[in-house]
Structure formats: C-alpha cells, structure tokens
C-alpha cells in the first residue's frame, strides 16, 4: 500500500522495537554522510518541484516492512525493515513543523513515534518531541544541546549523535530552500514523498523472515576498516607486525582503561567497546594530523582518504612516530598515571608553582582523554590549543626533556593568547615550533615567531625577569594563572611593584565574581579615571561579563594603545590605592567617589556611578558618545545598531518617574508622553533636552504650550542644564529631567 509518512502517524503508533540497530543515517562516516546527503538532496528537490506547482512531482522511498499490531488508542507499527527513512522523515516533520510554527493540532502526530532501542533515544525523542526551539543560536544542534533537559551522557549514545547530525545537515537543506510553506507540501493529500508499507502478517510472511532479514546485524565499526586497511600500507614487515601485535593488545587495553576511568563507564559493556573503537580512531586521527600538517601533506580522515593516508604512512618515520606515540602514552598510563595531574590543573584553589592552569570547555586535565572522547577535525571541541598542547606533552612522553615545567607552561601561555594567529591550514608551523622548543635543552624562546608576537615578547620579558628575580616566581606564575588574564600579564610591570599589585589584583578581581560583581567593579576603576577603550565608533565601558574584561586587560584588547595609555594608569592606580587603603572596601571607595560629585561638576563617569541603568542591558559594553559632548548617547544590547539600543538618560529618567504615560522604545528612540490628546516627545542634547510637540499640525498642544508659557522649556522647546565652560553639567541633568517630565504630567 502506497503511503505518506503522515498518512503513516496518522493511522499508526510507529515503535522502533528494541532489536533494531541504532539510526545510522546521520553517522559522521563518509559512507554515511554520502547517503545521507544524497537522500536529503532527493527529498529536499521534490519539495522544491511541488513547491513550484509542479503536480506529479513524486519521490518513491521504497518498502517498510513491519508488524501492524492492535493496539490503545492506535494500531503500533513494529518496522523491520525501513527503521532509518522513518526516523529521518520524522525529524524533517519535526525541524519544518517548528521552523515554521505549524499548528499543535497538526503536530501532535509526530509524539506518536518512539524509540525502544535504548531508554535514552527514547527519552530523547519526547524530549525533542516537546521543544520549541526560538532558532536563536547559529544552529539547532547548538540550540538544543544547550536546553537544560539535555543530557551530556546523549553524546554518547550513536542514535541521539546521528539524529542531531541529521537535523544539522536538514537544517542546511532547509535554509538553501528558502521557503516558509514546506509543512503544507508536507502535510497535503497529495504529499511528494510516499513508501509503501507492508504488514508482514497481511501479507502471510513467516516469523523467522523477522531473523533472517536482521541477520545482517550491526556494521563493522570505522575502526575496524581502520585495522584492516591501514597493515596494507606499512612499508615493512616488522612496521606491519608490531602494528598487529600491539592494535589489539596493550594499545587497546590502554584505550579501555582510560574510558573505564571516564564518563564513557556509565555506558554498559556494548556500548563501551564501540565507543574504545571510536576513541581509538580519533586518538589515530589526531596523531596522522598533526604529522600531516607538519609534512605539510593533505590528510582528511583515517578512512576516508586512504590515499593520503598511505602518502604519510608511507614515511618510516612518521609510522614510527605514530607507534612511539601509542607506546609511549600506554606506558605512561601504567608506570606515571599521576603525570597529568602533577603538571595540570583546572580549579583555582589548586595552584602549586609547579602546576600550569588550564582553562579548556572540557575540564579535563587529562589531554589524551580530552582526545580521545572529543577530537574532531570538524567541530572543535578538542581545540587548536589544546592540540598544541597534548603534541608538546606527547614529544615531553617520548624524549623525557628537562625543564618541561617552565616549557610547557610558556606553550600554555602562547597557544591561549594566539587566537587569531591558530589556524588549522598554517598550524604546521606552530607544530614545528612546539617541537624545536620542548627539545632545546636551552629552553630558547627565540625559536617562537608563529605565535601573537606581543606574547613572545612578553615571555621573552618574564623569562629575564626570573633570572634576575627568581623569588618571584610564585607571584607571576599565580597572576599568570588567573583566569582573567589567562597567562597575558601585558598590563603589569615587572619590577618592585609587581608583588603588591598582583596581590590586589586577584583580591579585587575574583574569578568567582558575579555578573553583579564585575559591574560594580568597572564603577571602581571610574573612581581612579577613564579606563575605557575604544572599537571602532564606538567606546568599550565593560560590562558584567568575565569574558569581556579578559580582552579588556590583555592584548590586542580593544584597543591595543589605548590598553596602555588609559586602562593601564587607571587599574594601577585602584591596585597601588589599596595596597595602602587595605581597610577600604570597593563599595566605600565608589560612595567616596559619588560624594566628592556633589561638590564638583558631574562628567560622564559620574553618571555611570550613581545610575546602574547605564549598564543594565548593555552585555558587551558597548557606548556610543556624542561627538560634540563628554556624554554617552547610546548604550547598545550587543554592538549593532540594527539590534536594541537606548539613551541611557531616558531610561534611566523614564524608570524613576515609573508612569505607564512614557514610553521609550528599544531603538534609540525619543520619550514619548502622552496626556490626554496631546503628545509631546524628549530627547536628550548635550547641553540638556529637547521638547517637542508632537501633535497633528492642525492640532494645539496645551502641554508644550503651558510649559512656555511657565518657562519650564525655551519656546524652541530647549530644556538647558546648567554648566561650566567645559561642557560639563553642573547639576545632576537625570533629577533635572525627572522634574521635568513630572511637571508635564501633572499638567491638565
């Protein structure tokens, strides 16, 4: 019988029994990620044909066989064979019908597929079920991944991994479209995509069909292509021997050991032999990398280029290189299984001088394991430091160097303030540079020149230091290691001053502080002057982010020079202010501030003090000021001006007087009051307001009238707040325009 997938839930319970094998189609193999293209590019050119009205566009997806048995409410669809178009076909309705807000009554179908192979595919897919996403992160895997109902053990599980690739690759599909009325081609009686559905027991089929049909059972794994491709390619006997003795002996012992110890142990025992195949492969991945980019040689995946696997592996060295490697880590794990912890470390309160922080999305000091669950050419999530980092303790592994403390915590220091000078097509020379490092008995810095070069110069800086000062040692290394600055101590000197302020600095500046915290804090430095740094056209005043004060105080900053001729002066001068006021604390030092305003013409800064509206909502920091003016005429939500941006003197005017009549929209716009009949609007001028009238021209306007007429505005509408010669406000312009607005409001 000939039908649609709609047709399908509509009649039917769609249950993947528990003998099936996991969803496949999203694997990330290049088998699968051909078929799974291919079939989307199928399905998704018959939706565009009848979305161009084209009446016999069709897509056949072939047979389904199942068992159709009585159930309540529905009959329930046990399919045997057709489990992978089902699943993909579900997660098309489910992507389209939330992309484009389909009605619950038309939806409600898609709860009437489950998965039983697993309880977590199950609980999965009521999960997503039940999702609406906002589309609000650069894609849904991203969005969904980050919902609070989402376990971090379903990265782990084949299936949920291969729907979330699916619904990835959908999504591409979907946005090329171009399209917003995909759900009702979809959902139409003439529907493009049909299969045709046999019960088995209809159509007098025999049990044992059931076994037979699933006779195939799973597929080899990737990796064991990997082991049977890979001998072939060795270019001697013993590199091919001691390949087959040591794959499946110590090196695979080692890979299980370290998963036992990992969160892959929740996993039960099938479920972990498949994931020591894939750990095996990206830890064999990463190592064929990082010798690839060096050689410079093309390589994209173990299996999936075995030509250019065999032109690296054809290299004597670099298949020796892999061996001492896995020889080398399986060794270390049984004989130092201590080594990662003894050099690394993630948590503050865990620094020793002979420790180097790490900062990584990971958390995991242990870099192999990092690799081995995480390493993915394509998504990151080992990143390019981190990569540069376990090569320098593989090569540490292997040569067993002196002075690898200080080596690798210089590497730590480099590879995490070279962002912008990472990237996977020139990392090669980084490679290079890590290696000529870790094995120079010198320890030469000199041999860095990939790298920031503000931060070489810095290490080059730090190093003479210590040999001249080597007591210091603890106070660097425990600056360095703040996770605000995170190895860039660009900002401090290195003289006598640099013990007191060290001191102050991670006393004041706390990683643990709040959103709260950090904003209070930026109101602190005000008190010692102007910190801020310009980008672009607009002024960075920092926000209640830790992210953002870390590029604010280390280099390139937002400002490279304005980083020292303005932040520098200001945070030493808070730093060497309570090293001698020790007793005072932040909030002390802010009322001071704000007291001595009283007496004193109020500038820009004394605004950001007294009103905390002028940070609220402003995540990124970012001002816009008046260029004919020392005030802000712009606090931006993030950085552009197509996305929410306010006068922060209307706010914060707006909230104080607290009356439904003012309105303030979140575009730069003008207050607008509204009394009666009459409008006028407010806005803000660098010498104070503007009122205007904002009725009909036909129409009179008894408020701005009667404010002329009372003197309260100049007949120009002009609201003027007294100041000096400088421009700047001798009166608190927020209370003045608090009295104004009250004043329009009580007018009748």
């Known amino acids: 019988m000939k039908i649609s997938f709609t047709d399908i839930l509509t009649q039917n319970e769609v249950v993947v029994p528990i003998i099936q094998r996991d969803y496949a189609q999203g694997r990330s193999d290049a088998k699968s990620t051909t078929v799974r293209q291919k079939f989307l590019e199928a399905i998704f050119s018959v939706i565009q044909s009848a979305l161009n009205g084209e009446q016999n566009a069709v897509l056949e997806l072939d047979f389904i066989y199942g068992y159709r048995m009585e159930g309540k409410p529905h009959y329930e669809f046990y399919p045997i064979d057709g489990q992978q178009r089902l699943t993909t076909l579900w997660l098309l309705y489910w992507y389209v019908s939330k992309q484009e807000w389909a009605d619950v009554a038309e939806t409600a179908i898609l709860q009437k597929f489950r998965y039983e192979t697993r309880h977590s595919t199950q609980?999965?897919?009521q999960k997503l079920t039940s999702f609406s996403p906002e589309f609000s992160y650069p894609d849904i895997v991203q969005e969904i991944k980050d919902q609070p109902w989402y376990f971090e053990s379903w990265d782990y599980d084949p299936s949920v991994r291969a729907m979330l690739v699916m619904l990835a690759d959908i999504e591409k599909q979907y946005q090329a479209l171009a399209s917003g009325n995909v759900w009702a081609v979809l959902t139409r009686p003439n529907n493009p995509l049909l299969l045709y559905m046999l019960d088995m027991k209809q159509v007098g089929l025999p049990d044992d069909l059931y076994i037979k049909m699933n006779s195939r059972g799973k597929p080899l794994t990737d990796f064991e292509y990997f082991k049977a491709g890979f001998m072939e390619m060795l270019p001697a006997e013993d590199l091919r021997q001691r390949f087959e003795n040591s794959v499946d002996g110590s090196w695979a012992d080692f890979i299980w050991d370290v998963?036992?110890?990992?969160?892959?142990?929740?996993?039960?025992?099938?479920?972990?032999?498949?994931?020591?195949?894939?750990?095996?492969?990206?830890?064999?991945?990463?190592?064929?990398?990082?010798?690839?980019?060096?050689?410079?040689?093309?390589?994209?995946?173990?299996?999936?280029?075995?030509?250019?696997?065999?032109?690296?592996?054809?290299?004597?060295?670099?298949?020796?290189?892999?061996?001492?490697?896995m020889d080398r880590l399986t060794q270390q794990y049984i004989e130092d299984p201590g080594f990662w912890d003894r050099h690394f470390y993630y948590e503050s309160g865990e620094f020793v001088d002979a420790k180097v922080r790490f900062y990584f999305q990971n958390k995991q000091v242990n870099l192999v394991k990092s690799c081995l669950l995480s390493y993915e050419k394509s998504?990151?999530?080992?990143?390019?430091?981190?990569?540069?980092?376990?090569?320098?303790?593989?090569?540490?592994?292997?040569?067993?160097?002196?002075?690898?403390?200080?080596?690798?915590?210089?590497?730590?220091?480099?590879?995490?303030?070279?962002?912008?000078?990472?990237?996977?097509?020139?990392i090669g020379k980084a490679l290079q540079?890590?290696?000529?490092?870790?094995?120079?008995?010198?320890?030469?810095?000199?041999?860095?020149?990939?790298?920031?070069?503000?931060?070489?110069?810095?290490?080059?800086?730090?190093?003479?230091?210590?040999?001249?000062?080597p007591r210091i040692a603890t106070t660097l290394y425990r600056l360095e290691d703040s996770s605000l600055l995170r190895g860039c101590i660009s900002l401090f000197d290195l003289d006598d001053t640099l013990e007191s302020r060290s001191r102050q600095f991670l006393s004041i500046f706390k990683e643990e502080n709040t959103g709260e915290d950090w904003r209070k804090l930026a109101n602190l430095l005000l008190c010692f002057g102007d910190y801020t740094q310009d980008d672009g056209e607009l002024t960075n005043v920092l926000s209640g982010r830790q992210s953002d004060w870390r590029k604010f105080f280390t280099t390139p900053a937002y400002n490279k020079q304005q980083l020292f001729d303005r932040t520098k002066p200001v945070l030493m001068a808070c730093l060497d202010h309570f090293e001698v006021q020790q007793n005072e604390t932040p909030d002390a030092k802010i009322q001071s501030a704000l007291a001595a305003y009283m007496l004193q013409p109020k500038d820009w800064k004394y605004?950001?003090?007294?009103?905390?509206?002028?940070?609220?909502?402003?995540?990124?920091?970012?001002?816009?000021?008046?260029?004919?003016?020392?005030?802000?005429?712009?606090?931006?939500?993030?950085?552009?001006?197509?996305?929410?941006?306010?006068?922060?003197?209307?706010?914060?005017?707006?909230?104080?007087v607290n009356d439904e009549r003012n309105e303030l929209n979140n575009y730069g716009g003008n207050l607008n009051i509204t009394v009666g009949y009459d409008?006028?609007?407010?806005?803000?001028?660098?010498?104070?307001?503007?009122v205007k009238n904002r009725n009909d021209v036909s129409q009179p306007n008894a408020m701005f009238g009667q404010l002329v007429q009372e003197q309260a505005i100049l007949n120009s509408g002009l609201f003027l707040v007294k100041q000096d010669d400088m421009g700047i406000d001798l009166e608190d312009r927020i209370e003045k325009g608090v009295e104004l607005i009250n004043k329009i409001l009580q007018i009748q």
């Open 123 to 125: 609980v999965f897919c």
């Open 607 to 656: 605004y950001f003090l007294r009103y905390g509206l002028f940070r609220q909502n402003c995540n990124q920091g970012y001002c816009s000021w008046r260029p004919d003016s020392d005030y802000v005429v712009y606090k931006m939500k993030e950085r552009q001006f197509n996305g929410y941006h306010w006068d922060p003197f209307l706010v914060a005017i707006q909230r104080l």
């Open 259 to 325: 998963l036992h110890s990992s969160r892959a142990a929740e996993q039960n025992d099938t479920d972990l032999a498949l994931i020591a195949d894939a750990c095996f492969l990206r830890l064999i991945n990463y190592i064929t990398d990082i010798q690839a980019y060096v050689a410079g040689l093309p390589f994209t995946e173990i299996n999936a280029s075995p030509k250019e696997t065999a032109a690296i592996y054809g290299n004597r060295e670099r298949v020796e290189f892999l061996f001492d490697t």
């Open 379 to 426: 998504d990151r999530r080992f990143s390019l430091p981190e990569q540069l980092l376990l090569y320098a303790c593989i090569l540490q592994c292997i040569h067993q160097t002196d002075d690898f403390n200080r080596k690798i915590r210089v590497i730590r220091n480099l590879v995490i303030n070279s962002d912008n000078e990472l990237r996977i097509n020139t």
């Open 679 to 690: 409008l006028l609007s407010v806005s803000s001028l660098a010498n104070g307001f503007l």
């Open 433 to 469: 540079e890590v290696r000529d490092y870790i094995l120079n008995d010198d320890g030469d810095i000199g041999v860095f020149g990939y790298f920031k070069k503000d931060q070489i110069q810095e290490e080059k800086d730090k190093q003479a230091h210590l040999e001249q000062q």
